[in-house]
């Protein structure tokens, strides 16, 4: 239920659920489907991707996954008997027919090229222009350059520039925050220069510090099998395109893995028509055993699950024992980012640990004494100090260059996102 809108949509799933109400229910290889009945009116179709944990589904809700969904896929769980495998019906054959927002679209070298000149063109004016007129330019000045570099599929490094439209005039010290990010996009410019000379996994780096993740980019991806549970997951929307990272955790590998998903050209209140619609469905908390192919990359960590698999769902018991050292989590940070200098987060499972403020900030402390600071606009730090009290609870989120960023916490029975908590600085 991590995924429903609110208390009401969990009622509603839960109503659906309750009325057993289906007019029909199926499998088709890796798809899940069913047909919800609406008085005087077409019944609802939805379907769901158990490989890719996409779903579709024809009602006028905005909220995706909408409450048809989810009762689909929760109905799965629990019986999985009951969806006979058998020929799917016309309109699901239609629907898999057409081309999916989950497919990575295949943009060529050449044009990813074109769009990094016009980004170097603008850096160049930018340097030559000066820094001091930066906080009075047009409110198009940064959002330009980024729709710019997301039309040909380099949405990291898109969202990166938008961000950094935002430094400007917002402290005393801004340009010296600026300036070694705007160094940062040029060296990755002069690498893109570079790329026959590059090895495949410092092309995969610099392919995930920018976004540019199509199709031919997994060919040699590395495969491997596992139990891993759900441990958190978080939705950024910009404009047209939507990016949802989903992390799970190998309990046999002990091992990271960052599902991505972009979706492109669902408009802000998430409306289109019919079946076009589709959203990610994979809620945290829950265990799916299965393939992953990850991404090749001098760090693999990015992963999505085999396209030939059908992985299974389980509840999960087994404790994930992460890292009790703080400056052990620091190490490999650093160990990571020396071999991949475009490395901006690193997942990491940590255990024993103790959240506690300290006069206006919040600082994560390990049980040698080390601590490090959390972020400064994070606001569960009460929930992140209690929720740590309880026995063998682990927590999980990224390391990075200015400290730690906690996502979620295991607890004796289950996994809690801490952005589904209220805040309270």
């Not at 007129?133 to 380099?154: E, T």
């Not at 009790?324 to 991949?340: H, K, V």
Request: a neutral charge; proline letters at 7%.
């Amino acid at each position: 239920m991590s995924l429903t809108s609110g208390l009401g949509a969990r009622r509603q799933v839960r109503a659906i659920l309750s009325k057993n109400a289906w007019l029909k229910r199926g499998r088709a290889g890796s798809v899940i489907w069913g047909e919800y009945p609406v008085n005087n009116r077409d019944p609802i179709l939805v379907q769901c991707d158990l490989t890719t944990f996409s779903v579709r589904c024809s009602c006028a809700s905005r909220v995706r996954p909408c409450n048809h969904a989810l009762a689909l896929y929760l109905d799965y769980v629990k019986q999985p008997p009951a969806f006979f495998a058998g020929p799917s019906p016309v309109w699901l054959r239609e629907a898999t027919d057409t081309p999916s927002a989950d497919s990575l679209p295949v943009t060529s070298y050449a044009a990813v090229m074109q769009g990094l000149d016009d980004l170097e063109r603008w850096l160049h004016d930018l340097m030559r222009a000066g820094m001091a007129d930066l906080p009075g330019k047009p409110k198009d000045f940064w959002p330009a350059i980024s729709h710019r570099l997301a039309d040909v599929q380099l949405d990291e490094l898109a969202r990166t520039v938008k961000r950094l439209g935002s430094l400007p005039g917002s402290t005393r010290e801004w340009p010296t925050t600026l300036l070694p990010e705007l160094g940062r996009i040029q060296l990755q410019i002069q690498a893109f220069r570079r790329w026959d000379d590059l090895t495949p996994e410092e092309q995969g780096d610099l392919r995930l510090a920018t976004g540019w993740l199509d199709e031919t980019a997994w060919a040699a991806g590395e495969a491997t099998y596992d139990r891993r549970q759900v441990v958190a997951d978080e939705i950024r929307q910009d404009g047209l395109v939507t990016l949802r990272r989903t992390w799970l955790w190998g309990e046999a590998s002990n091992r990271p893995v960052e599902l991505r998903r972009v979706t492109r050209g669902v408009t802000p209140g998430g409306r289109q028509d019919g079946l076009s619609q589709a959203a990610h469905l994979l809620p945290t908390g829950t265990g799916i055993a299965g393939s992953v192919c990850f991404f090749p990359a001098t760090t693999r960590v990015c992963g999505r699950i085999g396209r030939t698999d059908s992985p299974e769902f389980y509840q999960p018991t087994t404790r994930l024992i992460g890292l009790s050292s703080l400056d052990e989590a620091q190490a490999q940070f650093r160990t990571a980012l020396i071999a991949n200098p475009w490395l901006m987060e690193l997942p990491v499972l940590l255990s024993d640990m103790t959240a506690r403020r300290q006069d206006d900030d919040w600082l994560l402390h390990d049980r040698q004494g080390a601590a490090v600071p959390l972020p400064d606009d994070f606001s569960r730090g009460w929930h992140l100090a209690a929720l740590g009290q309880a026995p063998d609870s682990a927590l999980f989120g990224l390391w990075e260059s200015s400290g730690f960023r906690p996502l979620s916490v295991r607890t004796a029975d289950r996994w809690v996102k801490l952005d589904t908590l209220r805040g309270v600085k």
